[in-house]
């Protein structure tokens, strides 16, 4: 599985952006997928998970209720709704893939695959 994401950019806070990852592979259908972000100077971390069936979905506290992990109408896609940002929120974000299917947890040495990353800039 090769992923792909795109979709970030600068916006200024309270505003939305949603990311996309496109993947490759024909056995997506039945991985977890999930995003990751990482702002300068600090750790990687969990953001948000759901699983192959789309049926159970997991967030980080700090993202709970402002963003929404869902699988796109485009085959082998997902997204991130990403509504009411804040200055916290920026990071490159990054797209990854578990093949333990219903797997929506924050380990990230749980995820198999990751994407290269799409960097998200929200400004005050």
């Known amino acids: 599985v090769q992923l792909q994401a795109s979709g970030g950019g600068l916006v200024q806070a309270g505003g939305s952006l949603r990311l996309s990852c496109a993947a490759s592979?024909?056995?997506?259908?039945?991985?977890?997928m999930g995003w990751f972000r990482q702002a300068p100077g600090k750790e990687r971390e969990f953001v948000a998970g759901?699983?192959?069936?789309?049926?159970?979905?997991a967030y980080a506290d700090s993202v709970k209720g402002r963003f929404t992990i869902s699988r796109g109408n485009a085959k082998n896609t997902v997204l991130l709704q990403m509504n009411s940002l804040k200055p916290e929120d920026t990071a490159v974000y990054y797209c990854?893939?578990?093949?333990?299917?219903?797997?929506?947890?924050?380990?990230?040495?749980?995820?198999?695959?990751w994407g290269q990353g799409t960097l998200v800039t929200v400004s005050s």
């Open positions: 990854v893939a578990s093949t333990g299917g219903g797997y929506v947890g924050n380990d990230d040495k749980l995820y198999d695959y």
């Open positions: 759901m699983s192959w069936s789309g049926k159970r979905t």
């Open positions: 592979g024909r056995t997506f259908s039945s991985y977890a």
